[in-house]
T-cell receptor, first 113, second 115 residues
């Protein structure tokens, strides 16, 4: 069974479009995250979400918004996509807030043309 | 959080122990050392973490020097599947205001296991 899953695995879209990436974890964890890995392979935190509390990395544009329908899901919505949004996006989860033992999904490669 | 320094790349022969160093000379008393790896085209994978005692699990061993300024991740019998980028991360311990803002990954060490 996949612990943290993401869909889609690949996403190709045009500038200006709005898209969503879904994430689900079946580990019963309380906290979920979104990370972005750019073309230089640097991996940076975008959001963490715990019990309806959202912590946002201040560098993330407000075009990005995470939405959590329940504790097992944290979806990422991106409005008005730009070329610079092209990257691999990873979802992760951890047993509780402040746990750095995190479990990552397989990633979604987003290409904006 | 303390900054970490790792060699950009290392080679190791298959079947031998792979020893990956990490320098964290500015680490403070309430900071843990975490190790992750990222195999090509996959998400990062948690390996192990420790505060000051040596730790061992089914994947690896973590040796932290007595002054805590450096550590070594040991993969006891490296296989080709261990080829990956290994990240050493220092983070504030739980209950000390850490967490919630996620992990900060540096450039890591690209470990290549040679057949």
């Amino acid at each position: 069974d996949t612990a943290v899953s993401q869909t889609p695995k690949y996403l190709v879209t045009q500038m200006g479009n709005d898209k969503s990436i879904k994430c689900e974890q079946n580990l019963g964890h309380d906290t979920m995250y979104w990370y972005k890995q750019d073309s230089k392979k640097f991996l940076k935190i975008m959001f963490s979400y715990n019990n309806k509390e959202l912590i946002i990395n201040e560098t993330v544009p407000n075009r990005f918004s995470p939405k959590s329908p329940d504790k097992a899901h944290l979806n990422l919505h991106i409005n008005s996509l730009e070329l610079g949004d092209s990257a691999v996006y990873f979802c992760a989860s951890s047993p509780r807030r402040s746990s750095y033992e995190q479990y990552f999904g397989p990633g979604t490669r987003l290409t904006v043309t | 959080d303390a900054k970490t320094t790792q060699p950009p790349s290392m080679d190791c022969a298959e079947g031998r122990a792979a020893n990956l160093p990490c320098n964290h000379s500015t680490i403070s008393g309430n900071e843990y050392v975490y190790w992750y790896r990222q195999i090509h085209s996959q998400g990062p994978q948690y390996i192990i973490h420790g505060l000051k005692n040596n730790e061992t699990n089914e994947m690896a061993s973590l040796i932290i020097t007595e002054d805590r300024k450096s550590s070594t991740l040991i993969l006891p019998h490296a296989t080709l599947r261990d080829t990956a980028v290994y990240y050493c991360i220092v983070r504030v311990a739980m209950g000390y205001g850490g967490g919630a803002d996620g992990l900060t990954f540096g450039k890591g060490t690209h470990l290549i296991i040679q057949p």
